[in-house]
């Protein structure tokens, strides 16, 4: 499943990060993909080692974290540092899927959902769409300025050449409660329902019967 999360960032903290990132140091792609994806990637990222980059992804992960749709999607129970990544003329990423392993010792974690979130305002470059592959075909994503997607990591995907401007991204991934996607979706189902109850003034016997098979389904089915 693929879920759109809508003013992830507001656009005043949208103007920060960017601002800040313009400061910050850029290197080439090449040295933080994996094996398979290293031929095919051409962008260039912000040095994580930078502590104004680190509170970056400190500031980026918590709103993506408040983000209601993304807790009840994702179910995250890890999230990888996130990467800022910047695609100039001419640069692309090619078609490729990600390491299912990523990260060392603590931050060890398996990739069951990827994230993009759109800095940079859609309409000040061409080009530069996430394209991801389903098997209903290629669907090509490029949102507003804070929003992001979230989307199988598992996917084959794809970041089209940027033909103008620049295209500024935060990209991570996210180690989930939930591993099967199919389990995971069927509590997003219910949880949405629930949401939709409560905001019509549903009984509280329903919302509470709700409540209990989301508990339950999450003893069955998370692991930690
Ligand atoms: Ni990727």
Do not use: C
Request: charged share 25%; glycine share 8%.
């Amino acid at each position: 499943m693929s879920l759109i999360l809508e003013a992830v960032l507001e656009a005043e903290d949208v103007a920060r990060v960017l601002s800040e990132l313009d400061a910050a140091h850029w290197a080439h792609g090449k040295r933080t993909a994996g094996a398979a994806a290293r031929g095919v990637k051409e962008n260039l990222q912000a040095d994580n080692a930078n502590p104004r980059v680190q509170a970056l992804q400190r500031f980026v992960t918590d709103a993506l974290r408040r983000h209601p749709m993304f807790e009840i999607a994702a179910r995250p129970h890890r999230i990888s540092p996130l990467l800022f990544s910047r695609y100039e003329p001419s640069m692309n990423y090619g078609a490729h899927t990600d390491d299912a392993l990523m990260g060392r010792g603590e931050a060890r974690l398996r990739s069951d959902l990827a994230f993009t979130l759109f800095l940079s305002a859609s309409e000040s470059y061409e080009g530069g769409g996430l394209v991801i592959e389903s098997a209903l075909g290629e669907q090509e994503i490029r949102l507003a300025a804070g929003d992001a997607i979230l989307y199988p990591a598992g996917s084959i995907h794809r970041v089209a050449p940027v033909t103008h401007g620049t295209r500024i991204a935060a990209v991570g991934w996210v180690q989930s409660t939930i591993a099967d996607a199919g389990q995971r979706e069927i509590l997003f189902d219910l949880s949405v329902a629930r949401t939709r109850l409560v905001e019509a003034g549903g009984a509280r016997e329903e919302v509470l019967r709700l409540d209990k098979s989301i508990s339950n389904l999450l003893r069955m089915w998370a692991k930690l």
